[in-house]
């Protein structure tokens, strides 16, 4: 595989346009028409928006109470839970645990913080089988790809990318049919899912008054996940919390209608403890792996709120550069408006000084957002931080300072629109198809009119002077 | 909030609209001034500073900002703004930019009660129905995203465009981006230039004939892309479709 180029614009030119990029803007719109019509046939939606905000930014003041009262409660159901401060004391934790059971196979559900962190090239580095279970996860896990979104990791690959996949790796007959591809993946998964003695999973929601973790998916891989394997090992950022049941339930109904258009995802999993006696199923042993990984200092942040995101990935489907683009030129776990956001902040703006810019704050995301979290204005505030300290394209700075000066001064204005109306002049069509750097930029994809040879306030004072 | 005569009102023109739409400047005023207005254009004007604000330069955006406010302040009556984003920008953001100055904040909210979307003046001071020009052109309506989310113009352009007699047609995919973004158009063109296609895309598929909007700006980057691609399609204010012909 070639390196990917260093900057997030690098990275989006060569994927925009490509039929990649084609794939993912067809299936982000057909999730956000799903989005709207599922809120249009639920006219609590607004309100149960507003009651999540709540609930959201209510939880991240009192963070501090809700985990300690979740963590004492998946204790008393006698769970074990392991606060990891960062990545590595994460993957460190479960590598011991896997060790302990002497795990051969271990199956995943899906989990972002679980890639966030690098989980599987660290179990992988124990010689351990990582095998990922929700089928797009799994796809990518045999393409040796990278997921592109949050909740649908293969939205960029098309059926017959899948069907050289599959027959690549899994030797069977090559076919596009997506039933036919469904039926290889369960046949060739359900064989893992008996023989495996560690299932991992994310969480979408950890409810500190029961200790209970919710899991949603599609695919009822998270169900056997975290039910067949003895050992269940939950892993979840430390905001992934709610305080009750009622706070679940709202979180839930807006979850799924906000991300896949569903009244409700297909399988709803509520753990709550390892297996008890006389329960017919479960894990013997469940250990709760609650990871910070930067999220304190989103916490502390101006952008804190960003935190309150339930990873519906509605701002991904709905944003036209993630459309334009796909979610890997992003560079991070987390694309889309959201990833432009926390990345930064959770990882470090070095590096990432482009991530603010990679928005036209056309205001969609907040548009569709279930928790209403102001994205642009974070991603504007951003941007300021990355002026502070320097300048993302090497001409602002200095485009901007000599802007000011001519716009509070209005003899100078007048001065350049005079320049500007005598530009005009030199071009006989009323058109560039070419202008010099910084505004080359421009006319890379688009011709500039040349500005009016004669401008609107010239016409206002020859018009009052008569 | 009390009610203001209509009778004088102050054009902001935009700094894209000064230079490169002098055009939908001049139409503006003659829609104005046959609806019975008396227009003034403030001296001393510039840009709004939008550019610096979205780019994250917070204290050229503040200064450009501390200007426009000392030049509108010192006018009564409504401030009507050709463009969407513009007017967004004094609406939204003057107040935030200048909080820390109790002065500068209270006059950047007194403007904000004023300042008026072209076609928001239009519908919501006016009333469409006052129009005197009929069109029977084949257009169709680009509404901005700042028109859309920032102002809440949803329908407006679409309604007064309806009001003038003209065959609208319906655009796919209005409300969504059309790439621009301010600086993001230079900033990063080929992303901004593959948005711009499928919006490209979807104006040429109506049949329209001629692109109508009411921010000169998005205006400016739809107009390049037609041009790049050699299309037929023209473009123009909503304010021209409105008005009588150009004295120029």
């Given at each position: 595989m070639t390196e990917a180029p260093a900057t997030f614009v690098a990275r989006a030119s060569a994927e925009s346009g490509t039929a990649k990029a084609a794939a993912v803007g067809t299936a982000a719109r057909h999730l956000i028409e799903k989005r709207d019509a599922a809120v249009a046939a639920y006219p609590a939606m607004d309100v149960m928006r507003d009651r999540l905000r709540e609930i959201r930014l209510h939880t991240l003041t009192h963070l501090d109470r809700y985990l300690a009262e979740f963590a004492d409660a998946v204790e008393g159901l006698g769970g074990r839970v392991f606060f990891a401060a960062d990545a590595d004391e994460a993957t460190a934790y479960i590598r011991r645990v896997a060790e302990q059971a002497g795990a051969g196979v271990i199956v995943k559900a899906k989990s972002m913080v679980t890639e966030e962190i690098g989980l599987n090239a660290s179990l992988a580095s124990d010689s351990r089988s990582v095998v990922e279970t929700d089928l797009g996860e799994f796809i990518v896990q045999l393409a040796e790809d990278r997921p592109s979104h949050i909740v649908a990791p293969v939205m960029h690959l098309t059926r017959f990318d899948v069907g050289r996949a599959f027959a690549d790796k899994l030797g069977v007959p090559y076919t596009d049919d997506p039933t036919e591809l469904n039926q290889i993946a369960r046949a060739h998964l359900r064989k893992i899912f008996l023989g495996a003695e560690i299932g991992i999973s994310g969480v979408n929601f950890a409810v500190a008054s029961t200790g209970s973790v919710a899991v949603v998916t599609n695919e009822g891989n998270g169900r056997l996940a975290t039910t067949a394997p003895r050992v269940h090992i939950a892993v979840m950022g430390l905001e992934r919390i709610v305080p009750t049941p009622e706070d679940l339930g709202v979180a839930l109904e807006v979850l799924a209608r906000s991300a896949?258009?569903?009244?409700?995802?297909t399988y709803t999993n509520i753990i709550t403890g390892p297996r008890r006696a006389g329960d017919p199923d479960g894990p013997d042993e469940l250990h709760v792996v609650i990871v910070d990984n930067g999220r304190t200092r989103v916490l502390a942040d101006e952008v804190s709120e960003a935190l309150a995101c339930i990873r519906c990935g509605a701002c991904l489907n709905i944003c036209p550069v993630y459309r334009a683009v796909g979610g890997h030129p992003y560079g991070d776990v987390y694309p889309g408006p959201i990833g432009a956001v926390l990345s930064p902040v959770l990882f470090g703006l070095e590096g990432r000084e482009e991530l603010p810019y990679a928005c036209t704050l056309c205001g969609a995301c907040l548009e569709v957002c279930p928790a209403r979290i102001d994205l642009p204005r974070m991603l504007v505030h951003l941007r300021e931080r990355v002026v502070d300290e320097g300048d993302?394209?090497?001409?602002?700075k200095p485009a901007m300072k000599s802007y000011e000066f001519a716009a509070t001064r209005p003899r100078v204005w007048n001065g350049v629109l005079r320049g500007a109306s005598i530009g005009g002049r030199a071009s006989r069509s009323g058109w560039f198809r070419r202008i010099p750097w910084p505004g080359s930029t421009w006319t890379k994809v688009r011709d500039l009119q040349a500005p009016s040879t004669r401008s609107f306030r010239r016409w206002w004072r020859d018009r009052n002077a008569t | 909030m009390t009610e203001r005569p209509l009778s004088t009102v102050q054009l902001f023109a935009t700094c894209v609209v000064d230079a490169m739409f002098p055009q939908a400047g001049r139409a503006v005023v003659r829609v104005l001034e046959e609806c019975g207005m008396t227009v003034d254009f403030p001296a001393g004007q510039t840009c709004c500073g939008q550019p610096a604000f979205n780019a994250g330069h917070r204290s050229e955006a503040r200064s450009m900002a501390e200007h426009t406010i000392r030049i509108l302040d010192a006018t009564d009556g409504p401030i009507v703004m050709p463009s969407a984003s513009c007017a967004a920008m004094v609406i939204d953001h003057y107040p935030h930019l200048v909080a820390d100055d109790p002065e500068l904040l209270t006059a950047a909210s007194r403007i904000a009660s004023r300042v008026r979307e072209f076609t928001q003046f239009l519908i919501e001071d006016i009333g469409v129905d006052e129009l005197r020009v009929t069109t029977d052109e084949a257009v169709t309506f680009h509404p901005s995203c700042h028109g859309l989310r920032h102002l809440g113009l949803v329908g407006y352009g679409e309604r007064v465009l309806d009001a003038s007699g003209s065959d609208r047609r319906a655009l796919e995919?209005?409300?969504?981006?059309?790439?621009?973004?301010g600086l993001f158009a230079l900033e990063m063109p080929t992303v901004s230039g593959a948005i711009m296609d499928t919006k490209l895309d979807n104006i040429e598929a109506t049949g329209a004939t001629t692109l109508v909007g009411y921010d000169a700006s998005c205006l400016l980057h739809l107009a390049g892309g037609l041009h790049r691609r050699g299309s037929a399609v023209n473009v123009r204010h909503i304010a021209e479709i409105l008005s009588h012909a150009d004295e120029s």
């Amino acid at each position: 595989m070639t390196e990917a180029p260093a900057t997030f614009v690098a990275r989006a030119s060569a994927e925009s346009g490509t039929a990649k990029a084609a794939a993912v803007g067809t299936a982000a719109r057909h999730l956000i028409e799903k989005r709207d019509a599922a809120v249009a046939a639920y006219p609590a939606m607004d309100v149960m928006r507003d009651r999540l905000r709540e609930i959201r930014l209510h939880t991240l003041t009192h963070l501090d109470r809700y985990l300690a009262e979740f963590a004492d409660a998946v204790e008393g159901l006698g769970g074990r839970v392991f606060f990891a401060a960062d990545a590595d004391e994460a993957t460190a934790y479960i590598r011991r645990v896997a060790e302990q059971a002497g795990a051969g196979v271990i199956v995943k559900a899906k989990s972002m913080v679980t890639e966030e962190i690098g989980l599987n090239a660290s179990l992988a580095s124990d010689s351990r089988s990582v095998v990922e279970t929700d089928l797009g996860e799994f796809i990518v896990q045999l393409a040796e790809d990278r997921p592109s979104h949050i909740v649908a990791p293969v939205m960029h690959l098309t059926r017959f990318d899948v069907g050289r996949a599959f027959a690549d790796k899994l030797g069977v007959p090559y076919t596009d049919d997506p039933t036919e591809l469904n039926q290889i993946a369960r046949a060739h998964l359900r064989k893992i899912f008996l023989g495996a003695e560690i299932g991992i999973s994310g969480v979408n929601f950890a409810v500190a008054s029961t200790g209970s973790v919710a899991v949603v998916t599609n695919e009822g891989n998270g169900r056997l996940a975290t039910t067949a394997p003895r050992v269940h090992i939950a892993v979840m950022g430390l905001e992934r919390i709610v305080p009750t049941p009622e706070d679940l339930g709202v979180a839930l109904e807006v979850l799924a209608r906000s991300a896949t258009g569903q009244k409700l995802t297909t399988y709803t999993n509520i753990i709550t403890g390892p297996r008890r006696a006389g329960d017919p199923d479960g894990p013997d042993e469940l250990h709760v792996v609650i990871v910070d990984n930067g999220r304190t200092r989103v916490l502390a942040d101006e952008v804190s709120e960003a935190l309150a995101c339930i990873r519906c990935g509605a701002c991904l489907n709905i944003c036209p550069v993630y459309r334009a683009v796909g979610g890997h030129p992003y560079g991070d776990v987390y694309p889309g408006p959201i990833g432009a956001v926390l990345s930064p902040v959770l990882f470090g703006l070095e590096g990432r000084e482009e991530l603010p810019y990679a928005c036209t704050l056309c205001g969609a995301c907040l548009e569709v957002c279930p928790a209403r979290i102001d994205l642009p204005r974070m991603l504007v505030h951003l941007r300021e931080r990355v002026v502070d300290e320097g300048d993302a394209f090497g001409w602002l700075k200095p485009a901007m300072k000599s802007y000011e000066f001519a716009a509070t001064r209005p003899r100078v204005w007048n001065g350049v629109l005079r320049g500007a109306s005598i530009g005009g002049r030199a071009s006989r069509s009323g058109w560039f198809r070419r202008i010099p750097w910084p505004g080359s930029t421009w006319t890379k994809v688009r011709d500039l009119q040349a500005p009016s040879t004669r401008s609107f306030r010239r016409w206002w004072r020859d018009r009052n002077a008569t | 909030m009390t009610e203001r005569p209509l009778s004088t009102v102050q054009l902001f023109a935009t700094c894209v609209v000064d230079a490169m739409f002098p055009q939908a400047g001049r139409a503006v005023v003659r829609v104005l001034e046959e609806c019975g207005m008396t227009v003034d254009f403030p001296a001393g004007q510039t840009c709004c500073g939008q550019p610096a604000f979205n780019a994250g330069h917070r204290s050229e955006a503040r200064s450009m900002a501390e200007h426009t406010i000392r030049i509108l302040d010192a006018t009564d009556g409504p401030i009507v703004m050709p463009s969407a984003s513009c007017a967004a920008m004094v609406i939204d953001h003057y107040p935030h930019l200048v909080a820390d100055d109790p002065e500068l904040l209270t006059a950047a909210s007194r403007i904000a009660s004023r300042v008026r979307e072209f076609t928001q003046f239009l519908i919501e001071d006016i009333g469409v129905d006052e129009l005197r020009v009929t069109t029977d052109e084949a257009v169709t309506f680009h509404p901005s995203c700042h028109g859309l989310r920032h102002l809440g113009l949803v329908g407006y352009g679409e309604r007064v465009l309806d009001a003038s007699g003209s065959d609208r047609r319906a655009l796919e995919g209005a409300h969504e981006c059309c790439g621009f973004g301010g600086l993001f158009a230079l900033e990063m063109p080929t992303v901004s230039g593959a948005i711009m296609d499928t919006k490209l895309d979807n104006i040429e598929a109506t049949g329209a004939t001629t692109l109508v909007g009411y921010d000169a700006s998005c205006l400016l980057h739809l107009a390049g892309g037609l041009h790049r691609r050699g299309s037929a399609v023209n473009v123009r204010h909503i304010a021209e479709i409105l008005s009588h012909a150009d004295e120029s």
